[in-house]
Every structure is written in structure tokens, then in C-alpha cells.
């Protein structure tokens, strides 16, 4: 087992315990919710991820099929990639930490340009309300 611990960009050690605790426990809201992110990590561990080689987002009135695909791919795999790696730190199964590997090391390797245009918010977690959580730096 890796003893190495990631600095915890979104939930730190204490957070992720409590976590543990809440799923264990089966706390209300807590595992209803946790059930969800659970079912996402398991569909989540035969979608292949979906990266571009240029990173070039065409206006959402100049070319929405391409906008929305391009947008919704990478969103479909940060998303993915996040759920899987809290499904690793909540049930120590490694599969889920290979698959957010595999998301975040496909998009490392393929994407060639554009990158330096990514806005912050692209990296941070979308909890549907518009509020910035965080980016990986």
C-alpha cells in the first residue's frame, strides 16, 4: 500500500474521516448522497476518457454542438476523475484510484495546446449552484 498522501486540494484528512464515518454510520443525507457518488464510481470504471489535442472552445452562438461537446467531456471527466479518487480514499479500493489516474493521465499526455487558455474554473468541482470550490495549481 502507497503510505504517500496528496495535500488534499478539496478535502483534507479530517474531512475525508468524517466522511468515513458519515458512509459507515449511514448518516442521513450523508449516504443517500454517498450512494449516488458510489454508483458514478463504479459506472465510472469502464467510460474511457475523452481528451482533446487542442484545447479551443468555439463560441457557444458560433458553434454549440462543438461548444457543448468539447465542454461536456471535459466536465464528464474532471467530474469523474474527482469521484473516483473520494471513492479510493473512502473504500481503500484501488481500482477507483486507477481509473481517476487514467482520466487525469490521458488528458496529461494528449493535450498538446490550448491549455495555457483553461480558466480556473475549469479545474474545480461543479456542486450546480456556480460556487468556486478550488483548482488544482
Avoid at 488534499?8 to 479530517?14: A, G, I, K, R
Avoid at 474531512?15 to 448518516?27: C, E, G, Q
Avoid at 449516488?36 to 463560441?59: F, H, M, Q, T, Y
Amino acid at each position: 500500500k502507497n503510505s504517500w498522501k496528496h495535500s488534499s486540494v478539496f478535502l483534507n484528512e479530517s474531512r475525508i474521516d468524517k466522511l468515513k464515518h458519515l458512509v459507515a454510520s449511514k448518516t442521513e443525507p450523508n449516504y443517500a448522497a454517498w450512494l449516488r457518488v458510489k454508483k458514478n464510481c463504479d459506472e465510472g470504471l469502464s467510460v474511457e476518457p475523452s481528451p482533446v489535442e487542442k484545447w479551443a472552445i468555439p463560441g457557444f452562438y458560433d458553434g454549440r454542438d462543438a461548444h457543448e461537446k468539447l465542454v461536456e467531456g471535459l466536465h464528464r471527466d474532471t467530474t469523474l476523475a474527482y469521484e473516483e479518487a473520494l471513492c479510493y480514499r473512502i473504500l481503500d479500493d484501488s481500482r477507483y484510484a486507477k481509473q481517476s489516474i487514467k482520466i487525469i493521465n490521458a488528458w496529461a499526455s494528449t493535450l498538446k495546446d490550448g491549455y495555457e487558455t483553461f480558466d480556473e474554473r475549469v479545474f474545480c468541482t461543479d456542486d450546480r449552484r456556480g460556487r468556486f470550490i478550488g483548482t488544482f495549481n
